[in-house]
């Protein structure tokens, strides 16, 4: 299939889903506008493609891209589907609860901010490992990185993913399991195109556009909402509540988790995995080399601070607009999708409701800009999960930095698309679970496995090459064999597998045990390790960290 022949098949592949109730005028404009979209989405990637001529290009965009671009395109990589689809959802169903995540989302920029933005940047080139190889054994250090790479990435492929099927499955009329994992497929296959054509460019690119679509189309919707309540955020939340029937509760906290002891841990524990996962999670770590100079990596963080605040405070009229005035029942629309369909929805009630044709053109371009959203972030992922295996695993562990730039790149390419089968496998079965809890657990696996020893590299002289495996293996194995044995893979009416409990950890997100625990793998793995040349360089990587001298240059083997 050729590039520009995928949004010619886009309309036949949406058609065959069952019509909404609505006129069918409203489904040919839906159809349209996704098709739009995409076609805009292909050309930015093939225009982009035309400038990839080396690996810089192809990773880390030629390093091209001032701080308000780059601000830009991390701000469009981590309002993902989550954000805009789950958050609101969580919001619309458990009020106080839910906005946790939005709270969480922002906080942890500031720990990126301090903690890591600018030391990364200059001490590292296209990947996560590079940082932690500059004064590492290149092998065992570069697998162990790749590996939690692809596996924090995969964990937020499958919410993605989820976030598109819903929403597709909401516009056309789709309820059936099997049509929604077409769409599934069909969103893997042009992630695949993206990252195989576009690499870094043509992501970024895609990212800073959708970041604009996603940033307009939110400040209309909140701007309708609180013009249906004057204005008046007590009105709102007043109204949400009352319209709830939940009341009081609907404003304090217990909704979501409980107020038992077990629900107070799991609320802290997704707190701390919120708070320190962005620092960690890979997709949003190699956005800083696509910058020339250390400057420009703080300036990135600042206009992304700025949007994702604003984004963030918007979510409280979107969550709470939608409690206020959709039906959140227990067999309504918003509902029985884990809310994942809450803001699409809101959209079409601010417009005019359903039937009108202000509701329909609305509820249109918001599904075409969430769906753009997915795009770009699913790109995003894809290529820093492709990059990891391509630059890690195959160039400097199985080929031994024998092979080419350009075998490096084609290699990536491949693992673009073996990486994408795998998430769309994955994501069939996680239909059920909410977009934004989803994230959350990518978030604490990413804090459990490379937060850690990101911090111990840049901060600790001691640490060494048996610290740093220790730390990202053991913090990566705990979170996934604690997510595999808690209730969100069996034990409850939600979970992936149903008709089977063979849960035995109490809580929904693990990171309250498995982030501690990635600490103190590190430790000791360090003092067990006899590794004395990572102490030897480390005055280089603290030179090189805080000044960026050398920054652009090969990692020092």
């Given amino acids: 299939m050729s590039l520009f022949a995928l949004p010619s098949v886009l309309p036949s592949v949406l058609s065959q889903a069952v019509p909404l109730a609505a006129e069918p005028g409203n489904r040919t404009l839906t159809v349209s506008l996704f098709t739009a979209v995409v076609a805009v989405t292909l050309y930015i990637t093939w225009w982009a493609s035309r400038q990839n001529k080396t690996a810089a290009d192809y990773y880390a965009g030629g390093r091209s891209f001032s701080g308000a671009q780059n601000g830009l395109a991390v701000a469009g990589d981590y309002m993902s589907a989550a954000s805009f689809l789950g958050i609101s959802g969580q919001i619309a169903l458990y009020g106080y609860d839910g906005f946790l995540y939005s709270i969480g989302f922002l906080v942890a920029w500031l720990v990126a901010l301090l903690l890591v933005a600018e030391l990364l940047r200059n001490s590292g080139r296209f990947t996560m490992a590079d940082q932690l190889a500059f004064r590492m054994k290149q092998r065992p250090v570069r697998t162990a990185a790749a590996t939690s790479t692809i596996v924090v990435s995969i964990f937020y492929l499958l919410a993605q993913m989820v976030g598109a099927g819903s929403l597709v499955g909401l516009l056309l009329g789709v309820h059936s399991e099997g049509l929604k994992a077409a769409v599934i497929v069909l969103v893997g296959a042009l992630m695949i195109v993206y990252v195989t054509i576009g690499g870094m460019r043509g992501t970024t690119w895609v990212q ?48 979501l988790y409980g107020k038992d002891l077990v629900g107070q841990i799991d609320f802290l524990s997704l707190g701390l995995a919120l708070v320190l996962g962005t620092a960690g999670l890979p997709h949003i770590l190699i956005r800083f080399y696509t910058v020339p100079d250390s400057r420009s990596a703080r300036r990135s963080v600042q206009w992304a601070i700025g ?23 227990k067999d309504s629309a918003v509902a029985t999708s884990k809310g994942n369909v809450a803001s699409p929805l809101l959209a079409e009630s601010v417009g005019g409701g359903a039937g009108s044709t202000g509701g329909a053109i609305l509820l249109a371009l918001i599904a075409a800009v969430a769906f753009a959203t997915i795009l770009a972030v699913v790109a995003g992922l894809t290529l820093t999960s492709a990059s990891s295996f391509a630059h890690d695993l195959y160039a400097n562990v199985i080929a031994k930095q024998q092979p080419t730039e350009q075998q490096e790149v084609r290699m990536a390419r491949f693992a673009a698309i073996g990486i994408g089968a795998v998430a769309i496998g994955l994501a069939i079965p996680a239909q059920k679970l909410n977009i934004a809890f989803l994230v959350a657990l990518a978030f604490a696996v990413a804090a459990s496995a490379n937060l850690p020893a990101l911090l111990f590299n840049l901060f600790w002289k001691r640490f060494n ?22 209730p969100v893979v069996s034990g409850s009416a939600n979970s992936m597998i149903t008709g089977a409990d063979f849960h035995w950890f109490p809580l929904s997100n693990p990171g309250i045990v498995s982030i501690p625990l990635g600490f103190v793998f590190g430790v000791i793995g360090t003092y067990l390790g006899k590794d004395k040349s990572s102490a030897d360089r480390y005055p280089e990587l603290s030179v090189r960290s805080l000044t960026g001298a050398g920054a652009e240059g090969p990692v020092r083997h």
């Fill in 208 to 255: 800073i556009v959708k970041a604009v679509l996603l940033m307009t189309g939110t400040v209309v919707i909140t701007f309708l909402v609180l013009l249906k309540f004057d204005f008046n955020i007590s009105q709102l939340l007043g109204s949400a509540a009352e319209k709830t029937g939940k009341g009081e509760a609907f404003l304090q906290p217990g909704l």
């Fill in 465 to 486: 090459t048996s610290g740093a495996t220790w730390s990202i293996y053991g913090g990566l194995i705990s979170a996934v064999v604690l997510v595999f044995f808690s």
């Fill in 307 to 329: 949007l994702i605040g604003v984004f963030y405070l918007m979510t409280l009229a979107l969550g709470f607009g939608a409690a206020a005035l959709l039906d959140t029942g």
